[in-house]
């Protein structure tokens, strides 16, 4: 205990709460920690960073406390990285190490995430399992739609969602029986987990249990129990924190001091005396400006046990909300309200502010943010885009502020809102205030309250515009219904939120009328100006925003008064009726159809993940979860996007707490030019900085907090030079990469005399950010002499061994790199990951001692490049019935600043540049635009997307100008058996015709049109469409060299192996399907196979696992090793024919037979050299992957809002090896190739810095962007004759085929636009976004505010 000299209150300053169960007692914590940093640093590593912003929901636990008013326990998922430590007091925190682990046994919610395959890189999973198990502690009857919107606040980039949300289902009490087989067991299409002995042949045909139809593959389905969590055997709110004494709380640290008072006087007092601390209550904005902004605030207060700010008391005319209520207490308390069971008129009429709050709360953050955030920290942060704060603008509310005056007497000051935002971010609070509370009125009887919001994605996302409207009727005369008040508040509009006071004023005590709206249109424009250039951008669609709003609150209160008047003025016609249902989201459902062949088990054997019982324990490691003591660096970055550089002054930073020293371009002892092919990058920026971010030195320090602080303070100066930041001023000023590829092919002058229609074009698609959950990291760890132990989170072990080999003067045989798992790479990792290891390596070698660099997001994001965007530039000829004759196409990608490995992915687009059709006469000729931006790199599909939506949208071009439906276009054109691609190779074993017959009937494709156009007919404002979509990849690497692999597998004699093979795993199953090789190969069952990590000293000179042939590359050389030790066992085997294997291993090693083998394998017959003249050499790919995928999607015409209605996905993977890992991929492609052509847009300012950093601001799909339905089938009998046990790899291939939502968008903009009778073509880049669908749908709301008025 001490003494606080602020008053005479004794304070406690230990810090008590209860860690999974164990108590835990800290003397002054440090008030700058978070709960994720505490927690991380005591080695439990199983919550993870993913962006540190709550964004991402992978550091997700539970907290629990005791209720003071009703003594209720309440559980809450909460994001660790930004839940203060110091808020723990008296509470019970459980990370995913509180629940179940590998060897005591896995907890049900673990279990079924595992079994349902729904962990891939693992690196959410912990997150999202405690998110699902708070959300059950506290909601054990939850039914589906519960569960299925309870998962807001956390992504995944691997699985596309929908087996987690399967497996999260099974708790659901509503799981109906259908869904259950005789146990009452749910069927998740689990069949064999890895420790099953699973060598059954039985082929009597039965009902498959994934896909619910016959078939003989005899699986047995896991039995996955449908049942709610039993709460009886789950661990107690411990009883020593049920009789807490709340006390006084203060914490001393280096540099802040945090008080938790208990009451109102305390609170007072201190802020009396200390105007400047913060109070802090969920830490969602405090922390955010603290991380990003290094802001150190001196004191804190905690205002959480003061009841005055914590509790809702009903009043009078209102309620009055406490500041420090959390959103989800308010919530929950308003729908308590709302509840109409049983509800007077009276209470009815009273609730239509609580309907507005609760319905703009839904799309307020994520429900971890929502469960710690206030009401008081949003009003008091008074940001120009909140949600809450047009709704109490709207509301009328009356904020409470108080203080303390001289002689301690509490003073409260009633503020009314509208006078409380007075500036950007500043507001009516004096220093020595606090707001107390929040007085939200009842609604009276002809009183309207609604709100709106539009942003990027629905869901965990700030808005563009927000607004609440409220106006009060008086009845009139002739039941006409005459404005009484009004309020219109605007979020997104202003640096603050703001009211139209012209409008109001033109409506108050005017006559409801629909003649009216072009007048109030008017004023709303005078009202809500917004300049070009104004922070924000998308200036005229959020001016179109705000009167389209309007329109949607005027329909839904005329529809109301016309229920109360039967006024016909106020009717709404059929096609209008639609703007007025508020948004609901069905619960989503999907089938997963494939085949297996018991023959064949463990191949084509739906076998579980390799390391999911690890990963949904928290157990597997990542690099940052590795316990070796180290050092951090962290990078000291340019700020210019290309500048010359003039001095470097890192004295202060050398100076600050922590810091070992600093190095730059000078301290590399070996080659400071590096880069995986060709060496035009630099691991410091030595003389000029070259893109904004460009990395110049390195801050080494005792910890991570410690490096990324003081690197802020080394002060650079620069002189700029003139930059080029955007892929259109590279064309411009034809600054390219001085090479240029070119493919021709027949006659391309003939081909367009042959063709009855020329269509010319241009198409740009954007790029794309890997977001992989798991940010690049590596630990460096010196050895003896020279030696080096790479730990790193890469996609390339050799190449980051031989570089940083290179960067260090040392030879290669004294590198080692190693690692167990990525959380994800995505390509981003095939190159890019490389940089930051150098910069560990360079400090490693100077320090001698471990040291490890983990960037944080925003740096991975500003760093580490993108998928390239591409412009083209397209001329096409075509017959009069949709023949295509000729192509002509010059292709642009942006590679930023260096070559890295675009050459690659250039040709990757170059061959894919007619996707499956063929094409008689093509000319194709592609550059590399260098820009001042990260060099972008590899990613999924490696340009092969970018080429073929390229593709795509001029098939619908030809389709519009011949009046021929797209997908007659689209069939006439495949290639047929054989046919020779531009690039002269034939096209075997093609699959096009029957996967294409197979979606279509699947997906009842042409009958939905008719009804897709049934639907757009009767709505003006919703409008659907409907696209089909093939795909054809080549497969292979296009660069020779990279077509090989090896592996190692040592046989012991307990009969277990251990393989060892040249690829990464990054979650797409790699070493799950290894093992079912090596299983198969051996005879044995998959759990006596193991593969513990890659490493450059097991197998060396490997190749990147990219390019979705790591399974046909090593999966060949584990296949060669195990047949060379299968060979040597072989005289054994026939002198003891009935041996076990086990048995056959210990006679070898007696006789003396060598049980290890090395395995190689080197793809036949590929590589291709392109020439001058546009007729290279070779074959680029061994085989070609077929698969098509057809979306429907409905659009909301007023603010660009969309949803997927239904995804039918098919893809042809040959004998799948493992068909549940091969859906898993499908629909983790399918959804990122939905985010790169729908939300995902990348966003650089004109400087070059880079806006689009964070989960924030970069939008990939989340959990309920999902489709509605999902249905995913792999092509039935189509063995791979050039891959291993007939398979075909999986990857890349349906990542193209997320693009079917662009294309069904574009079909719905269609429509749209035939309202307003405009027939013809439009440009639609890619990403199809909010606001480019919006304002593709040209009507009055848009002419009003573009130039484009008809
Ligand atoms: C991932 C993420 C998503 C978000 N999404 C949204 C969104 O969709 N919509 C939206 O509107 N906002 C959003 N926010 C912003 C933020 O969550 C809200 O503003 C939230 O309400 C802040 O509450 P808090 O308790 O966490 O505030 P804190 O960070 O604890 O405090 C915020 C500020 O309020 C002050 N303050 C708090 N209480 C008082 C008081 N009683 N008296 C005086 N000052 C006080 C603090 O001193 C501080 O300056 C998001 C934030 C994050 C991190
Ligand atoms: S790490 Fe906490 S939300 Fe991303
Ligand atoms: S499994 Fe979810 S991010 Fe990888």
């Not at 981003?828 to 001692?849: D, L, M, N, P, W």
């Not at 996905?1209 to 499908?1226: A, C, F, Y």
Request: glycine share 8%; net charge neutral; proline share 5%.
């Amino acid at each position: 205990m001490i003494v606080n000299e602020t008053n005479t209150i004794k304070k406690n300053n230990e810090l008590t709460f209860f860690l999974n169960g164990e108590k835990k007692v800290i003397k002054d914590p440090n008030p700058e920690l978070t709960t994720l940093q505490y927690i991380r640093s005591i080695g439990l590593t199983g919550s993870k960073l993913g962006c540190g912003e709550g964004g991402c929901g992978a550091c997700t636990v539970m907290i629990s406390h005791r209720n003071d008013s009703d003594g209720r326990i309440v559980h809450r998922a909460v994001n660790s990285c930004l839940y203060p430590l110091c808020q723990l007091d008296g509470m019970a925190l459980v990370t995913i190490e509180g629940l179940g682990n590998v060897r005591d046994g896995l907890h049900p919610v673990q279990e079924r995430i595992a079994e349902g395959y729904g962990s891939q890189c693992g690196f959410c999973t912990p997150g999202i399992i405690m998110a699902l198990y708070a959300y059950l502690r506290s909601n054990p009857n939850a039914n589906q739609k519960e569960i299925e919107h309870n998962f807001d606040g956390n992504l995944c980039r691997c699985t596309g969602y929908r087996p987690i949300l399967d497996a999260a289902k099974s708790f659901a009490i509503d799981k109906t029986t259908d869904e259950q087989d005789e146990d009452g067991d749910v069927k998740i299409p689990t069949i064999a987990k890895i420790e099953d002995d699973d060598t059954k042949t039985d082929s009597e045909p039965g009902i498959c249990p994934s896909s619910g139809k016959p078939c003989n593959c005899k699986q047995k389905t896991s039995h996955i129990p449908s049942k709610p969590l039993e709460l009886k055997s789950e661990p107690i709110f411990p009883p020593f924190l049920m009789d807490y004494k709340k006390e006084s709380l203060v914490f001393q640290g280096d540099r802040v001091t945090w008080h938790t008072p208990t009451s109102l006087n305390e609170i007072l007092t201190i802020k009396k005396t200390h105007s400047n601390a913060k109070i802090v209550v969920g830490n969602t904005e405090i922390g955010i400006e603290t991380k990003f902004r290094n802001v150190v605030y001196p004191t804190i207060i905690s205002p959480v046990r003061v009841p005055e700010l914590n509790s809702i008391q009903k009043q009078q005319d209102g309620i009055l909300v406490g500041s420090s209520v959390t959103l989800t207490e308010l919530k929950s308390f308003l729908l308590g309200e709302i509840k109409s069971d049983g509800a007077s008129d009276d209470q009815k009429t009273k609730v239509g502010t609580f309907k507005a709050i609760v319905s703009q709360l839904k799309w307020f953050a994520g429900n971890q943010i929502r469960n710690a955030a206030s009401i008081g920290g949003n009003l008091v942060t008074a940001s120009p885009i909140s949600d809450l704060n047009p709704v109490l603008l709207a509301a009328g509310a009356i904020l409470t502020m108080v203080s303390q005056d001289e002689s301690g007497t509490i003073v409260e000051r009633k503020v009314p809102i509208g006078s409380f935002f007075l500036k950007y971010r500043i507001v009516d609070i004096k220093p020595e205030e606090i707001l107390q509370s929040v007085f939200i009125p009842y609604t009276r009887p002809l009183e309207f309250v609604q709100a709106y919001k539009q942003s990027r994605r629905r869901e965990d996302d700030i808005a563009i515009v927000s607004c609440c409207f409220r106006i009060l009727f008086e009845n009139f005369e002739n039941n006409q219904f005459k404005v009484r008040e009004c309020v219109l508040a605007y979020g997104g509009m202003n640096v603050k939120a703001v009211t139209c006071q012209n409008t109001e004023q033109f409506l108050i005590g005017s006559i409801w009328d629909r003649n009216q709206l072009d007048e109030i249109y008017k004023k709303l424009e005078v009202d809500l100006p917004l300049a070009q250039g104004a922070p924000g951008g998308m200036i005229e669609y959020r001016r179109s925003l705000t009167t389209s709003f309007f329109f949607k609150y005027f329909l839904t209160v005329s529809k109301q008064l016309y229920e109360i008047s039967k006024n016909p003025s106020y009717s709404l016609s059929d096609k209008e009726l639609s703007v007025t249902a508020p948004y609901s989201r069905p619960l989503s459902k999907g089938q997963q159809e494939y085949q297996t062949q018991p023959e064949k088990h463990p191949i084509t054997q739906p076998v579980i993940h390799q390391s999911a019982d690890k990963q949904v324990t928290g157990e597997a490691l990542y690099v940052d979860d590795i316990k070796i003591k180290s050092l951090y660096t962290c990078f000291v970055q340019s700020t210019k996007a290309h500048a010359k550089i003039l001095s470097i002054d890192a004295s202060r930073a050398l100076k600050a707490p922590g810091v070992k020293a600093f190095y730059s371009a000078k301290d590399v002892p070996g080659e400071n030019n590096c880069g995986p092919v060709i060496k035009d990058d630099e691991v410091f920026a030595s003389d000029i900085a070259i893109f904004h971010g460009a990395p110049i030195g390195c801050i080494v320090a005792e910890t991570h907090q410690q490096a990324l602080e003081a690197s802020k303070m080394v002060q650079i100066e620069y002189e700029e030079l003139p930059a080029i930041v955007t892929i259109e001023d590279a064309i411009a000023k034809k600054s390219f990469f001085p090479f240029t590829h070119v493919i021709k092919d027949g006659d391309i002058v003939k081909g367009f005399e042959e063709s009855d229609h020329i269509i010319e074009g241009e198409f740009k698609c954007g790029a794309q950010e890997h977001f992989y959950l798991e940010p690049n990291g590596s630990l460096v760890v010196p050895g003896e002499g020279k030696e080096m132990t790479i730990y790193a989170s890469t996609q390339n072990p050799t190449k980051t061994q031989g570089i940083v080999a290179s960067v260090l003067g040392v030879p290669q045989n004294q590198v080692v790199c190693k690692l167990k798992r990525l959380g994800g790479g995505f390509g981003g990792k095939e190159t890019r990951s490389i940089f930051s290891t150098c910069v560990a390596a360079v400090a490693a070698y100077h320090q001698r001692e471990p040291v490890r660099i983990i960037l944080d997001r925003d740096t991975d994001m500003a760093t580490t490049g993108t998928r390239h965007p591409f412009i083209a530039k397209y001329k096409v000829g075509v017959t009069k019935d949709g023949l295509i004759k000729a192509l002509d196409l010059e292709l642009y990608a942006d590679a930023g600043y260096s070559y890295d490995i675009s050459v690659g992915v250039l040709d990757r687009a170059i061959f894919h540049s007619e996707n499956a059709y063929k094409i008689p006469n093509v000319n194709v000729v592609g550059r590399l635009c260098k820009t001042n931006l990260p060099s972008n790199t590899a990613f999924r599909g490696y340009g092969g997307p970018q080429a073929m939506i390229i593709v795509e949208n001029w098939v619908e071009k030809i389709s519009k100008v011949l009046n021929i439906e797209s997908h007659i276009i689209r069939a006439k054109n495949f290639y047929k058996e054989g046919e020779l691609t531009h690039y002269l190779q034939a096209v075997e074993n093609n699959q096009m015709q029957r996967v294409w017959d197979t979606i279509l009937e699947k997906s009842n494709y042409l009958e939905r049109i008719n009804k897709v156009n049934d639907f757009n007919e009767k709505n003006r404002w919703k409008k659907r469409g409907i696209a089909v979509i093939p795909t054809k990849f080549g497969m292979s690497f296009t660069v020779k060299t990279l077509n090989q692999a090896g592996a190692l597998v040592h046989c012991y004699t307990d009969g277990t192996v251990l393989v060892t093979h040249g690829g990464t795993e990054m979650g797409q199953g790699l070493n799950t399907k290894m093992i079912q090789i090596a299983a198969r190969a051996f005879g044995i069952p998959v759990k006596d196979v193991f593969i513990s990590e890659t490493s450059t000293d097991k197998v060396a000179n490997t190749t990147p696992t990219a390019a979705s042939v790591s399974s046909d590359l090593n999966g060949m050389a584990v296949l060669d090793a195990c047949q060379n030790i299968l060979k040597r066992l072989e005289p054994l085997k026939e002198k003891n024919p009935n041996m076990t294997f086990k048995q056959l291993c210990i006679e070898a090693f007696v006789q003396r037979v060598n049980l290890s083998s090395n395995g190689f394998y080197a793809t036949p017959n590929v590589g291709y050299v392109f020439k001058d003249g546009g007729v290279g050499e070779g074959t680029p790919f061994n085989y070609f992957n077929f698969g098509a995928a057809c979306s429907e999607v409905e659009i909301d015409v007023l603010t660009g809002d969309h949803t997927v209605l239904r995804s039918d996905v098919i893809l042809d993977v040959g004998d799948s090896l493992n068909p549940t890992i091969d859906i898993g991929q499908v629909e983790g492609a399918f959804v990122q190739g939905m985010g790169w052509s729908c939300t995902e847009e990348v966003v650089t300012f004109p400087t070059g810095y880079l806006f689009t950093r964070g989960p924030s601001t970069y939008k990939i799909p989340g959990f309920n962007d999902v489709p509605l339905e999902f249905n995913v089938s792999l092509l039935n009998d189509a063995p791979n004759p050039k891959a291993i046990h007939s398979s075909k790899g999986v990857g890349e291939p349906p990542l193209f085929l997320g693009s079917s939502v662009y294309f069904a968008i574009r079909q719905a903009i269609t429509a749209a636009r035939k309202e307003t009778n405009l027939n013809d073509w439009f440009d639609l880049p890619s990403p199809a976004t909010c606001e480019r669908i919006r304002t593709s749908c040209l009507d009055s709301f848009i002419y009003q505010f573009t130039n484009n008025k008809n």
